[in-house]
């Protein structure tokens, strides 16, 4: 199994909901990674997880909340997103930390109203 | 700091060949390289390591100069399937291998492949 696998693949949600986005991989990888996409632009790096430890990304708002209940979990908790946050979220894991290939997931598409 | 990518777009037909280039201001530990098609993940091409070895994946290779910090992607004979995005990523020299820095990627090279 190769695969970094997301839900929902879609997402719409109001300014004032809670909802999260989840990322699953079953490759046995120790690093797990969210990334966030607009439309047009490059991958940019929200958070890192190594061994189920979080290295923070200090320009990450607040409202976006990282989880990583296991070595094969990794959740993403919105509340309180504006419009601008609407973007493709992008899950990967590799083997180690900053080392080799990163698997992507397909990723979740959230448009925040 | 993002690494700086040119071509920003190329149109090709199908059988020419391209580069894509990649370059950064920092030193650099590694090189990677991905192809994104619309509405999709990201795809791993290749990492290319401080060294200035050169890869080779079926008709797509890629160089590193790690004394210029820059890398090029070669794409021969290229196939309609190759259209997309390529995004270079790169790793700094100095980066803390137990931090958050990562990679960050370049703004993409769009590549178009006409029958």
């Known amino acids: 199994d190769t695969e970094v696998t997301q839900t929902p693949k879609h997402l719409v949600m109001g300014m004032t909901n809670k909802k999260s986005l989840k990322c699953e991989q079953h490759?046995?990888?120790?690093?797990m990674y969210w990334y966030k996409q607009k439309a047009k632009k490059p991958p940019e790096l929200m958070f890192v997880?190594?061994?189920?430890?979080?290295?923070i990304n200090e320009s990450v708002p607040s409202r976006f909340s990282p989880e990583c209940p296991n070595s094969s979990l990794l959740n993403l908790h919105l509340h309180a997103l504006q419009p601008e946050d609407s973007a493709l979220y992008l899950c990967?894991?590799?083997?180690?930390?900053?080392?080799?290939?990163?698997?992507f997931g397909e990723g979740s598409r959230l448009t925040v109203l | 700091q993002q690494p700086v990518q040119s071509p920003q777009a190329v149109i090709l037909r199908e059988g020419e060949d391209a580069v894509i280039n990649c370059s950064s201001s920092?030193?650099?530990?590694?090189v990677h390289w991905y192809r994104q098609k619309h509405g999709e993940a990201p795809v791993f091409l290749m990492i290319?390591?401080?060294?200035?070895e050169q890869k080779g994946h079926e008709k797509i290779s890629a160089s590193f100069n790690e004394k210029k910090q820059q890398s090029s992607l070669y794409l021969t004979a290229s196939q309609l399937s190759y259209s997309g995005t390529y995004f270079c990523?790169?790793?700094?020299?100095?980066?803390?291998?137990?931090?958050?820095?990562?990679?960050?990627f370049g703004k993409g090279t769009h590549l178009i492949i006409q029958p």
């Open positions: 990967a894991s590799s083997q180690e930390l900053n080392t080799g290939e990163l698997f």
């Open positions: 490759m046995g990888h120790r690093a």
């Open positions: 997880y190594s061994y189920e430890k979080l290295s």
């Open positions: 920092k030193a650099l530990y590694s």
């Open positions: 290319l390591l401080k060294g200035g």
């Open positions: 990523g790169t790793e700094p020299e100095t980066v803390d291998r137990g931090g958050a820095d990562g990679l960050t």
